[in-house]
Nanobody, 127 residues
Framework: QVQLVESGGGLVQPGGSLRLSCAASGRFSLDYYGIGWFRQAPGKEREGVSCILNPSTGSTYYKDSVKGRFTIVRDTAKNTVYLQMNSLKPEDTAIYYC??????????????????WGQGTQVTVSS
């Protein structure tokens, strides 16, 4: 069984920063799983924000609107993935989820038994 637990969300003013964490436990290793961050705003579909698709090479994907502002980092020793979010904007407001999948080829939100999801953490960007 794999468990993913997100933390680090909160309320921040526009232009501020947050660092989200996703800690994995169970029969899991970042050496074998693609992992990423997704978000869902009210009334919108869940979307991919940033992913590490290839655990061997560490190749990354970023949604266009977060490029240059967000950075995804993994710590394989801690089985934890971070999302550093800088220069936050009100449109970044959403519930942020992490998800992990073996052999992921895209950063798309997929609901399947072999894709593991965390419970989400709320990020609110507002003055």
């Amino acid at each position: 069984q794999v468990q993913l637990v997100e933390s680090g969300g909160g309320l921040v003013q526009p232009g501020g920063s947050l660092r989200l964490s996703c800690a994995a436990s169970g029969r899991f290793s970042l050496d074998y799983y693609g992992i990423g961050w997704f978000r869902q705003a009210p009334g919108k579909e869940r979307e991919g924000v940033s992913c590490i698709l290839n655990p061997s090479t560490g190749s990354t994907y970023y949604k266009d609107s977060v490029k240059g502002r967000f950075t995804i980092v993994r710590d394989t020793a801690k089985n934890t993935v971070y999302l550093q979010m800088n220069s936050l904007k009100p449109e970044d407001t959403a519930i942020y989820y992490c998800a992990a999948e073996v052999g992921a080829s895209t950063c798309r939100a997929v609901i399947r038994p072999d894709v593991y999801w965390g419970q989400g953490t709320q990020v609110t960007v507002s003055s």
